[in-house]
């Protein structure tokens, strides 16, 4: 026995000896939809831990923090128990409503009882994910998530500590969050059908979005800080949303109803960007390019439909059938096979543990789902109905956009949904369907798993490369890749500006070899070593565990991979939580805004450089990760998809000399949303970070993360500008001339404008529009 699940399950079978001392389990708790015993406003909620033995009676185990004014609290404060696996022990968790301090720790009376739960140590160790949810006595649920760290059964390991004290933090609602802006009637006919505490709760869900407007920043810059901490190899991810969202399906399932997202709802405004703009192209002529056509060439007779009325209706909708697969990937008619790309390397490993994660299942009689994404630096679960776009062909009722594929590994009679509710809940992210047309797969791979990427570039050094790639490319690891912008498919079966996936690196007895996936699910390779190649013989079809399927999946040597394609990325999706010896990912933010005439001074060249937003970075460790974000802008009406600004992050320090350092770029956002960085510091020195744009006066949201052994990112005071530096950090009009830019990193001459590198032969252009 060497895992601690391992042991805990072979213990409670009879399997393992008992450990000869107390093993140290640590408990994440969160609650949602607690009763106010507030007047005029929320609870201040605390959780306190009681167990009880036949020996010893009941007795306080430890509590949280308690949280000012909050019916949905996620508390930080972690409860360290000491667990007995002979010892049979009841926990009762009670949630209180603090109304009074005494000596500085919260004066609890069963008065003001928010409600209660019982459970043991055994129930919440057997669970597979070790995470209970259950409801509270009166009104809420609540969330527990145990972590532990036994090592050998009879050499228990100490605990993992429960994240240091902080001092208070600010939430300052600063930033301007995107909005389809629907009519409130949307609103008003799920509380009529559905019920006033489905509307609420949906609202709650849907108020924890975190999309940053990339067109609007408020009238004066404001900080928002946050700290970030999930498990790696646990289901652990958003804890409040996932808490919610099954606050949501108890309520339904209560009432028996079937869930109809009002901020979704199936209609063209979920299926376009502009509703004004619908079915404009539904007489375009549609070609083999799905993902490349207007939007929905040539579609017509859309109606929205529910799993069983999908495909087969005689078979069972399931979330998951059988073993998570790539192949169980299809495209459909919208271009975003950079995110299918994305979903199914996700989908590729030897556990299911990330995926199943991500998607909140428990809804499916319900038709209700969430899936979470890592949104600027915080885990957020977006809520969806199960009613997807369709078509009808043939009597049967298909999924315009993405759809299951039938595999041997799947149960017999079943069809899969986890692609369908993916890519759904990515279109409601960025308000549209539409809007999700075209992107690039390591985005899509941070959003889905917090990770770092990489690049190796192709062409220089074919041995080096070969060892860079399978390095890189190993199995928890997600590896894709991209062809060249062309038209059609060229004569080996490859299509121009389409994304795929690596599979599989592997030293073969035919040679060096790679498993390629085009997310559409058809159109391979051609050449050698393809399905039909002639070069297959019985031992490599068994050494490689190839059965020839036509699934989109396929086999070139090294030497044609290397000639077609120029760069290979790849998202270590656990690279934050390999900083700390728990595998868990503990991450401080910040984010705030440039604003013109008092916040937005650009690179050090300025002089204005200093009047940036500014953070104090101290980590107790040798190493630490920084990340920076942009707002997305896929979703803007007035920028294309892709349309980001150059920004930069410097680091200043270490600080504490008689003169500070200069400061040192350490990341550059070129044509990117989000890049991570990972430098060595000194451990316990402080540093200053700061993000700016090219050039003083350009106005942006944006975000920044820090990841490293006892981190703290915290906002410092700004200093408010002369009148002369005010007018120097004037209004540039940023995002409106970003047309006249490459659209990609430029390495050779450029003008240095505010808003980033931009070729001379856009100067004109540039001018004009200015």
Known sequence: ??????????????????????????????????????????????????????????????????????????????????????????????VYDVDALGGGEAVITESNLLGEYTTSFRKLLEDDDNLIQGDLSTKGTIVIQAAYNAGKPKVPSPPVPPPP????????????????GLPSSYLEECRASLGETVANLTEQI???????????????????????????????????????????????????????????????TSLFADPANAFANAGAEQTFRKDQDPFLAGVTGIQWKRPAEIGNPAATPKVFSGRIHP?????????????????????????????????????????????KFFIN???????????????????????????P????????????????????????????????????????????????????????????EWQSVVELARPDNFAFLSTAVRQGMDKNGLIGGHAYSILAVTDSRAGRLVQVRNPWGSSEWTGDYSRTSPKWTAELKSELGENMAEDGSFWMTWTDFYKHFETVDVCDPRAL??????????????SSQWVAGLSAGGRPAHPTFKYNPAFELVVQGPEVVLTLFQPDT????????????????????????????????????????????RLTVVPGATYRVVATAWGPGVQSAYAVTACGNDCTLRPLPLEPPTPDMAEKMALQPSRETLCCFSGKPITGSYYPVPEGKLLPEYLAAYRARR
């Not at 902080?166 to 301007?176: A, D, F, I, L, Y």
């Not at 759904?424 to 549209?432: I, M, R």
């Not at 939580?577 to 933010?589: E, F, L, P, T």
Request: proline residues 6%.
């Open 1 to 94: 026995v060497t895992s601690d699940m391992e042991f805990f399950k072979a213990f409670f079978n009879g399997e393992a000896e008992a450990p000869d001392e107390k093993i140290p389990i640590s408990l994440s708790i969160c609650c949602s939809n607690l009763i106010s015993k507030d007047n005029g406003g929320f609870s201040d909620p605390i959780c306190v831990v009681y167990g009880s033995t036949p020996q010893r009676g009941e007795r306080e185990l430890g509590r949280t923090e308690y949280i000012m004014n909050d019916q949905n609290p996620q508390f930080r404060r972690r409860v360290v128990l000491k667990f007995l696996p002979t010892e049979e022990q009841t926990l009762v968790f009670k």
């Open 634 to 677: 896929r979703f803007a009406d007035k920028v294309k998809t892709t349309d980001w600004m150059d920004m930069c992050l410097f680091l200043v320090g270490p600080l504490g000399g008689n003169r500070p350092p200069p400061a040192k770029e350490v990341l550059r956002l070129e044509y990117k949303r989000q890049a991570a960085v």
């Open 405 to 464: 594929r039938v595999n041997a590994e799947d149960a017999k009679n079943e069809k899969e949904l986890w692609a369908m509710v993916f890519e759904k809940a990515w279109a409601k992210l960025h308000l549209s369907y539409e809007a999700t047309a075209g992107g690039f797969t390591d985005d899509a791979h941070n959003y889905l798993t917090a990770g770092v990427c990489s690049v190796v570039p192709l062409g220089s050094n074919v041995e080096a």
């Open 577 to 590: 939580c390999k900083m700390y010896s728990d595998n868990i990912a503990r991450i401080d933010g910040v």
């Open 327 to 371: 192949d169980d990937v299809a495209q459909g008619r919208l271009g975003n096979c950079y995110y299918l790309a994305a979903i199914s390397s996700c989908a590729d490993g030897d556990d299911d543990v990330l995926l199943k994660d991500l998607i909140i299942e428990d809804g499916i009689a319900q038709g209700v789902f969430g899936v």
């Open 206 to 268: 849907y108020d924890r979005r975190r999309m940053l407007d990339c067109n609007q920043v408020p009238p004066a810059p404001a900080t928002e800080e946050w700290e970030e901490i999930w498990n790696g190899k646990q289901a652990s991810r958003d804890l409040k949303g996932e808490a919610l969202v099954k606050a949501l399906i108890a309520e339904l399932r209560a009432t028996g109803q079937k869930f109809v997202d009002p901020h979704f709802p199936p209609d063209n």
């Open 165 to 180: 004290s902080r001092p208070p933090r600010k939430h300052v609602k600063g930033n301007v969050y995107i909005s389809k």
């Open 377 to 403: 630096g915080r885990w957020t679960t977006v809520v969806v109905d199960d009613q997807f776009p369709c078509t009808q062909s043939r009597g049967r009722w298909n999924p315009i956009f993405a759809s």
